[in-house]
């Protein structure tokens, strides 16, 4: 037998018993200025919040010079091919938690799983309706254990690393900016 095989045995000897899981909280009631709450959240993250119906209008006037946009908004597989230079990406989210302004994307709205790390910029679009107060609401409303596996992300603010020093670098190892465009019910 070998040390990998009887490293093995041993641990599924002394597994513990499985033991049912605990209830969790269902979340939080929505409070009344949800969306200015997860707006401000947003931004204190490092992001931009717009509240619009004009999607379209409010991505051009903040990102007027990108050049390599890759929207997924109208559900079409990825085929841009390369994720070299990408300018700007535009994706929809799937649900809003008000308590940290992070936004849940599921794999199936990405396109490719790197898309929305390896961009400039990164637009999330996401319905007012899709908020919920808190993360126990999100995963909740997001049913992980209903669902078929995958990959999934919650994002909160552009990529941002900080030292010891207290010194913030936005746009470390992602995009150097995240705008979050809202639209109202």
């Given at each position: 037998m070998s040390s990998r095989q009887e490293i093995l045995d041993a641990v599924r000897r002394n597994r513990p018993d499985a033991r049912?899981?605990?209830?969790?909280?269902?979340?939080?009631?929505?409070?009344?200025?949800a969306v200015e709450r997860f707006a401000a959240m947003v931004r204190e993250v490092g992001g931009e919040a717009v509240?619009?119906?004009?999607?379209?209008?409010?991505?051009?006037?903040?990102y007027p010079e990108a050049r390599r946009v890759i929207s997924m908004m109208d559900g079409a597989p990825f085929t841009a091919?390369?994720?070299?230079?990408?300018?700007?990406?535009?994706?929809?989210g799937e649900l809003g938690v008000v308590e940290n302004g992070a936004i849940w994307v599921a794999e199936s709205a990405m396109g490719h799983r790197a898309l929305p790390f390896v961009t400039m910029h990164l637009v999330l679009v996401l319905r007012a309706t899709d908020l919920v107060a808190d993360m126990h609401g999100a995963y909740a409303a997001l049913g992980l254990e209903r669902r078929t596996p995958g990959f999934g992300v919650f994002i909160?603010?552009?990529?941002?690393?900080?030292?010891?020093?207290?010194?913030?670098?936005?746009?470390?190892?992602?995009?150097?900016s995240l705008m979050v465009v809202i639209t109202p019910p």
């Open positions: 049912p899981l605990p209830d969790l909280p269902t979340g939080a009631a929505l409070p009344h200025d509240i619009t119906g004009d999607v379209s209008t409010a991505i051009h006037n903040r091919g390369s994720l070299d230079g990408i300018d700007l990406v535009i994706i929809r909160s603010g552009p990529s941002k690393t900080a030292d010891i020093e207290r010194a913030l670098v936005i746009g470390a190892q992602g995009p150097r």
